[in-house]
């Protein structure tokens, strides 16, 4: 499994970009910054987008990919729960920004639409995808992805504290989380419902006690003025932990 991190910031500027990571140049884990970093025979290479939450940071290019595959006659597949179709729909794809490329062309849509069901496993894309919900401000999940050679990671999109109730269901060698802001920022994060270094060692605990082991774990979503400072707190954190923490960053490769 080779994972690519596009995006990785919660703000884009030259040097950030928005949230998205493509797994085998096959399957994308949300679309803030695709179009924008991806040729085209890449784009249409993709089988499947996976998106966690209706955010215009996680959803921005899916309206772009859409008009790309179709000018090209293609098709791709779009999976999420049905609060972000209706986001994309409503407001992006809504005959007035952007053509609704869930109907069109009239037969042969660009864009199909697939409705995941939370702690129901299903076959995407030929990996094995569980959605499980998370806690955050609008309804969101994240997705544990297992290929065929067992490799498997879990994304939690944006997320803030309270996972606990999840973590007996997956089980990853790779735990891909967000760090929006430092440690001065809990009480923030607590309200909005974004993770600070802190607020994630809590929940890293809270996963070695129900899974007996700590994954990698590899942080995204930051607010890049911040960023400094959330890296050495992270740091701090993975010393005291005794695992593998690190920030990600944008064109960032992992194989597993």
Not at 6 to 35: F, P, Q, V
Not at 48 to 76: K, S
Not at 99 to 110: A, C, I, L, V
């Amino acid at each position: 499994m080779e994972i690519h991190f596009l995006g990785t910031h919660n703000t884009e500027t030259r040097s950030s970009r928005l949230s998205s990571i493509i797994i085998d140049g096959r399957l994308a884990l949300d679309a803030g910054s695709i179009t924008s970093n991806l040729s085209l025979d890449e784009q249409l290479g993709l089988k499947a987008v996976v998106l966690t939450h209706g955010h215009y940071d996680h959803i921005r290019d899916v309206p772009l990919l859409a008009m790309n595959f179709y000018l090209n006659e293609a098709t791709v597949d779009i999976y999420s729960i049905d609060a972000v179709r209706e986001v994309l729909s409503g407001y992006l794809m809504n005959g007035v920004m952007y053509p609704d490329f869930f109907k069109r062309p009239e037969g042969k849509q660009t864009l199909k639409f697939n409705q995941v069901e939370p702690y129901k496993e299903t076959d995407i894309a030929g990996y094995r995808v569980l959605a499980l919900p998370t806690s955050h401000s609008v309804p969101s999940v994240g997705y544990q992805v297992i290929d065929c050679e067992g490799h498997s990671i879990y994304y939690a999109g944006d997320t803030g504290p309270g996972l606990g109730s999840i973590w007996a269901d997956i089980r990853p060698e790779v735990l891909i989380i967000e760090v929006t802001a430092p440690d001065r920022f809990e009480e923030f994060g607590r309200e909005s419902k974004h993770l600070t270094p802190s607020l994630l060692g809590e929940e890293l605990i809270g996963f070695e006690k129900s899974n007996g082991y700590l994954p990698r774990v590899i942080c995204v979503h930051m607010n890049p003025p911040l960023e400094k400072e959330i890296a050495g707190e992270i740091a701090l954190l993975s010393k005291e932990l005794g695992c593998q923490i690190s920030l990600a960053y944008e064109g960032m490769r992992i194989s597993l």
